[in-house]
């Protein structure tokens, strides 16, 4: 099953957006007002979305590894999807969410 490679390199980025969240989030658990969580509450939902469109990528590679080796041996033919490709698709399917969130918090906390 011939997989295209995502992008992880923004996986790289993570040290710095930790790094420029801990003083914001320094600041609000000094200050427990509410109305200014923006960037926890932001934080939080991004990595439940984020999880969340990982799970459901890696199902779709494995679902479509499975249809795949079901339509071979249907057709007679040898089954392309390997293990290894299969298990290969799925960790690209599940990190690629949380690779393109991370390097979009770094572009929008850079700004800051």
Do not use: C
Request: avoid cysteine; proline fraction near 8%.
């Amino acid at each position: 099953m011939p997989t295209k490679t995502p992008d992880l390199s923004g996986l790289l980025l993570s040290p710095f957006v930790m790094a420029s969240r801990m003083p914001i989030l320094w600041y609000e658990s000094f200050n427990p007002d509410p109305g200014r969580r923006t960037e926890t509450n932001r934080m939080v939902m991004e990595k439940l979305s984020a999880a969340q469109e990982g799970l459901l990528g890696a199902q779709v590679a494995l679902g479509h590894a499975m249809a795949e080796n079901v339509a071979a041996m249907v057709f007679g033919r040898i089954p392309n999807a390997t293990p290894h490709n299969t298990a290969n698709a799925m960790m690209h399917a599940s990190l690629a969410p949380a690779a393109r969130q991370v390097k979009a918090n770094a572009k929008r906390l850079r700004q800051r």
